[in-house]
């Protein structure tokens, strides 16, 4: 979790975490489905910046 929000810190905008619950099926017999995952996106906009200035 530390490494979100001290990503988050180099940015003008507030970090944001976005969490999904699902509830399942009631049905004893049903077998359950497990999704997991995980992401972390930053784009300072830097790298953008220095390709144009040194190819426009």
Do not use: C, W
């Amino acid at each position: 979790m530390h490494s979100y929000l001290a990503v988050g810190q180099g940015s003008q905008n507030e970090s944001l975490m976005s969490v999904i619950e699902y509830k399942g099926n009631a049905s004893e017999d049903a077998r359950p489905i497990v999704l997991v995952g995980k992401g972390l996106t930053f784009d300072s906009g830097r790298y953008l910046d220095q390709a144009f200035r040194r190819h426009g």
